[in-house]
């Protein structure tokens, strides 16, 4: 008859090092992969859940990238010289202006602006969307302001 065996602590510790050394551990801001950015001077970036948008501020231009492998699919110049904030919303990428302050809600399907709106301030920077809102960061007065979009 066979006799069981009870592991002894050196079998357990070589087959807890053994799934440690082939497990994958990952944490909190470890990079998964990169991607090159399509442009010198990148500024913002958005994502409609399917794409990545990064914006050129020194350009000004809209660059389209495919999420899986950073293949540029499109680029547009962007609805003003001076961009800086860029988000997704709506079913538009929403582009501001730092130096005058305007927002534009640019449609990627036919390359238009839809719609183009003076912020609170005149230092629009930073955008964001969320359920139907959209927000702006304006720089100079440090405030965050809940518009309709």
Known sequence: MNAVRKPTQASLAAA???CLATSTWAAPGDVATS???PCKYPAGLATDGKDLFVLDWREAEVHQLTTADGTL???W??????PHGLTCGDGHLFVSDDHSGWVYAFDPQTGMVA???QAPGSRA???AYADGVLYVLERGSRKVYKVLP
């Not at 110049?77 to 001076?82: E, I, S, V």
């Open 16 to 18: 807890i090092l053994t």
């Open 125 to 127: 920077s930073g955008l």
């Open 73 to 75: 699919k499109q680029t």
């Open 35 to 37: 991607l090159d950015a």
């Open 115 to 117: 719609n183009a709106f």
């Open 77 to 82: 110049d962007a609805p003003t010289l001076k």
